[in-house]
């Protein structure tokens, strides 16, 4: 897809056509439809974000829109933006908090461990979710009241890829404004088999944010229950 995109009229351009080419050269060794862990770098990933942000643009054609939008959804599909190298490491973060903890802050090695992983897990996924924000952002531009069909249905393809993506942290407002894009290909698709698949994804996409909200335990109900028959006797008391 990346390939097409150089092709087309606005990927001869001089600024397109060099991010272009840098993210090709990124997937050229890989030569497998999906990276295994640590293939891509930081430095590979923004220079693939660099390139689709330049792609998805309102201001082009539909075939040239149609190709950068499906190349978003198999680079979320084919789990390119999972597995990146160069973030931060738990082992990485413990040294950096060894050296900055003086003798009267002393902590054991667990303790720092500890403190180590979790800091690095939440670097790691601040920085997931910044990819899958500014993807969000990239493909939500593409919609306005003429879009074609065809780019339509790239935008309601891409978006579901990243909703449902395990490790992309599509959240809060990101979530927001994927469902309300989707919303608004279904009230302007001027094709009812583009409409049908919206209104469709669209489901899709509201069960899979209701599963991942978090379902009360058998005890946290007894727990509650027992709360309520008390604070109950309580009013009758009264």
């Known amino acids: 897809a990346l390939e097409k995109l150089l092709g087309t009229r606005e990927g001869k351009r001089k600024d397109m056509k060099s991010a272009l080419e840098k993210a090709v050269k990124v997937l050229q060794p890989l030569n497998v439809p999906q990276p295994s862990k640590g293939e891509l770098s930081k430095d590979d990933v923004e220079k693939m974000l660099e390139a689709m942000d330049m792609a998805c643009s309102p201001q082009h054609n539909a075939a040239t829109a149609t190709i950068a939008l499906d190349c978003v959804e198999k680079l979320v599909s084919f789990h390119y933006f999972d597995n990146i190298s160069g973030l931060a490491t738990a082992e990485s973060v413990a040294q950096r908090i060894r050296s900055n903890s003086g003798s009267e802050n002393a902590r054991s090695e667990q303790q720092v461990m500890w403190e180590a992983r979790a800091e690095a ?32 249905l790239q935008i309601v393809k891409a978006l579901f890829a990243l909703v449902s993506s395990d490790r992309l942290a599509v959240r809060q407002a990101s979530m927001l404004a994927a469902i309300r894009t989707t919303f608004n290909v279904f009230v302007l698709a001027r094709s009812t088999g583009t409409q049908t698949i919206s209104q469709g994804t669209l489901t899709q996409m509201v069960h899979l944010v209701l599963q991942r909200v978090p379902v009360e335990t058998d005890d946290d109900d007894d727990t509650a229950g027992a709360a309520q028959k008390a604070n109950d006797g309580a009013a009758r008391d009264a």
């Open 121 to 152: 897990e939440q670097l790691r996924s601040g920085y997931f979710r910044s990819v899958a924000d500014r993807l969000v952002t990239m493909v939500g531009r593409c919609l306005g009241e003429g879009t074609a069909d065809g780019v339509q």
